[in-house]
C-alpha cells in the first residue's frame, strides 16, 4: 500500500492526477445516470445504453491517459497510435458489453465486465507507449490491480439498486471511481522503467505528449458537454417521464397539467431568447448545441400525443382527451418551431450556415410557399397576389434557404396586415441581380422601428409581442440567409401604410440564358 502510495505522490504530477480524478468522477456519475434512465425507459433503452458506454469508456480511457500524462519519466514518450485507438475501443465497446448485461438483470456478470474492461484498456495503453526504455513488470502488482479492477467494479454494480437516493449514487460512484483509480495506480506501481538505448524510440507516427494532451482535452470537453447535458435533461424529464403515460391515460386534470407545462416551457424559452438578445460568438454556439438536444424530448412528445389524438392505440373514452392530445400537440410544434428558429439563428451567428447550392427556377418556389399561405390568408381574409415574369433566368442557390426566406416574409406579412388587406409578391430581374419584394398593407412601421425589426429577437412594440406571436428571429434570418448569398435585404415601411420587404441576389448567382 505504501508503495502504491509512494507511486501516486513522487512519480506523478499531483495537479494532473487531481485532474484525473475529477473527470473520472464526473464520467462516472454521468455514465451511471444515464443507465438509470435506461433502466427507466424501455422504448429509449438502446439510445440510454449507448450514451452510458460512450460516458463510462471514453471516462476511463481519458482518465488513463491524463494519468499518463501526469507521469514522470526520465526519457521522451510517444504512444501508438493503433494501440491508443483500439484502447478507447475496448473501453466503450467493453463498457457496452457490461451495461447491457447489467440491463438484462446480469448485475454482477456486467460489474465483472467493467472491471475487465478497466483492465484491458490500461494496460493496452502502456502498450503503446514508445521510448528507448523498456518496461519490467511486476507480476504480483499486475494481478492485484486486475482483482481491485473487478472486484470494486462488481461491488458497485451490486450496489446499484441503492443508487436512486443521493447518498446511495455517491457511494456506488465513489466505488466505481476507485476502481478506476486503484486499478490503474497499483498497475502503474508495478512499471520498472529502464534505459535501453537499443529500444525502439518514439516514431515519427507515434502520438508525441502534445497531441496525446490535446486529444485528451477533446475527450474531457466531450465528458463535460455529456454530463452537463446530462444533467439538464435529467433534471428536465426527472418526474415527467415517470407520470407521463399515466397522466394521459386516467385523468384529464393531469393532461391540462402537461398542457400548461408544455405553454410554460414556451413561455420560459421565450423569456429566455429575450434575454439571450446581446449574446455573443460563444452563447450562439451553445444555443445550437441546446436546440439540437431539445428537439430530441420534444419530438417524442408530438410523436406521443399524434398517437393520442389519432387513437392509434384504440378509443380514449372521452373526447375531452382527444382536445387536449390536440392541445399538446399544437403546443408542441410551435414550440419545435421556435426552436427551429433559433437553431438557423444561432447557425447563422456562429458562422455555420451551410448551403447546398443548385441552379433553380425561383418562379417555382415562390408558387410553392404561395400555396402553403393561401389557407392561412383565406382564413384571414387576406388577398395575396403574385407578380412573376414569364421567362426568367435560373439562380444558384440554396433551395431550402430560398424557400425559407420566401415563406418567412409571406408570413410575417400576412400576420401583420388585418382582414380585408392584401399580400403582394414579386419577382424582377436587372443588373444588379433578382430581387423578390413581399409588400402588404398592413400596421407598418416608423423610421426608427425598421432596425429594430432587423436585430435579433427585436420586437418593435412590447404591446405587439404580445399581440402577434413570434420570436423576432424572422427577419433577421432572412436578412442572414441573403447574406450568406451574397445578397441583402431592405426594407421600406410607413407607419399605418404598409412595408415592402425586398431581398436582393446578386447578379453573379443568374445564369446568363434565361429561360422560356
Given at each position: ?24 468522477t464526473?464520467a462516472?456519475h454521468?455514465a451511471?445516470?444515464?443507465l ?9 433503452r438502446?439510445?440510454w ?47 457496452g ?41 511486476n ?8 482483482l ?5 467494479s462488481t ?8 443508487a ?13 471511481v ?24 518514439a ?20 465528458l463535460?458537454g ?11 424529464l426527472?418526474?415527467r ?5 399515466e ?12 398542457r ?8 420560459s ?68 418551431s ?21 441552379q433553380?427556377?425561383v ?34 442557390a ?17 400576420k401583420?396586415?388585418?382582414a ?11 443588373d444588379?441581380?433578382m ?49 450568406a ?11 399605418g ?20
Amino acid at each position: 500500500m505504501l508503495k502504491i502510495v509512494g507511486c501516486i505522490v513522487d512519480g506523478h504530477n499531483l495537479w494532473l492526477v487531481v485532474i484525473a480524478g475529477l473527470i473520472c468522477t464526473l464520467a462516472s456519475h454521468t455514465a451511471f445516470s444515464l443507465l438509470h434512465r435506461a433502466m427507466q425507459q424501455a422504448s429509449q433503452r438502446p439510445a440510454w445504453l449507448a450514451g452510458a458506454a460512450v460516458a463510462m469508456g471514453s471516462g476511463v480511457w481519458a482518465t488513463h491517459f491524463i494519468a499518463m500524462l501526469a507521469y514522470r519519466t526520465p526519457w521522451p514518450v510517444g504512444y501508438e497510435v493503433p494501440l491508443t485507438t483500439l484502447s478507447a475501443v475496448i473501453a466503450i465497446g467493453l463498457s457496452g458489453a457490461g451495461l447491457w448485461l447489467v440491463l438484462q438483470g446480469w448485475r454482477v456478470l456486467g460489474g465483472a465486465v467493467c472491471g475487465a474492461m478497466i483492465g484491458a484498456m490500461h494496460y493496452t495503453g502502456m502498450a503503446a507507449l514508445e521510448g528507448e526504455f523498456l518496461i519490467d513488470w511486476n507480476p504480483s502488482y499486475v494481478a492485484a490491480s486486475v482483482l481491485i479492477g473487478i472486484a470494486l467494479s462488481t461491488l458497485a454494480f451490486h450496489l446499484l439498486p441503492r443508487a436512486h437516493g443521493i447518498k446511495g449514487r455517491v457511494l456506488v460512484v465513489t466505488i466505481f471511481v476507485l476502481a478506476i483509480c486503484g486499478l490503474h495506480f497499483t498497475g502503474m506501481t508495478a512499471v520498472t522503467m529502464a534505459y535501453d538505448p537499443w529500444a525502439s524510440s518514439a516514431g515519427a507516427t507515434a502520438l508525441q505528449r502534445q497531441s496525446l494532451a490535446i486529444g485528451v482535452a477533446a475527450v474531457a470537453i466531450l465528458l463535460l458537454g455529456i454530463g452537463m447535458l446530462g444533467a439538464i435533461l435529467d433534471g428536465y424529464l426527472a418526474d415527467r417521464n415517470a407520470l407521463e403515460a399515466e397522466r394521459l391515460r386516467r385523468y384529464v386534470s393531469e393532461l391540462e397539467r402537461t398542457r400548461t407545462e408544455l405553454q410554460a416551457t414556451t413561455a420560459s424559452l421565450s423569456l429566455a431568447l429575450e434575454a439571450a438578445a446581446a449574446s455573443s460568438q460563444s452563447k450562439s454556439q451553445f444555443l445550437a448545441t441546446m436546440s439540437h438536444e431539445l428537439r430530441t424530448p420534444l419530438n417524442a412528445i408530438i410523436g406521443f400525443s399524434e398517437l393520442l389524438k389519432a387513437e392509434s392505440l384504440g378509443s380514449m373514452g372521452n373526447p375531452r382527451y382527444i382536445e387536449y392530445a390536440t392541445d399538446i400537440h399544437q403546443s408542441g410544434n410551435h414550440l419545435l418551431s421556435l426552436i427551429n428558429d433559433v437553431l438557423d439563428f444561432s447557425k447563422a451567428e456562429a458562422g455555420r450556415l451551410d448551403l447546398r447550392e443548385e441552379q433553380l427556377d425561383v418562379r417555382d418556389i415562390v408558387t410553392d410557399c404561395l400555396r402553403l399561405v393561401a389557407p392561412g390568408a383565406r382564413e384571414a381574409e387576406i388577398s395575396v397576389t403574385a407578380d412573376l415574369p414569364a421567362a426568367a433566368p435560373t439562380v444558384l442557390a440554396d433551395a431550402r434557404r430560398l424557400k425559407q426566406i420566401a415563406l418567412n416574409l409571406l408570413s410575417n406579412a400576412l400576420k401583420f396586415t388585418p382582414a380585408g388587406g392584401a399580400v403582394r409578391v414579386s419577382l424582377s430581374f436587372d443588373d444588379d441581380g433578382m430581387l423578390i419584394a413581399v409588400a402588404d398593407t398592413g400596421i407598418g412601421m416608423t423610421p426608427e422601428q425598421i432596425p429594430v425589426a432587423l436585430q435579433a429577437f427585436g420586437q418593435i412594440d412590447s404591446r405587439l409581442s404580445r399581440s402577434y406571436e413570434g420570436t423576432g428571429l424572422g427577419l433577421p434570418l432572412c436578412r442572414h440567409m441573403a447574406e450568406a448569398h451574397g445578397g441583402d435585404l431592405s426594407i421600406e415601411s410607413a407607419l399605418g401604410r404598409g412595408t415592402t420587404v425586398t431581398v436582393r441576389f446578386p447578379a453573379e448567382r443568374l445564369e446568363l440564358t434565361r429561360a422560356a
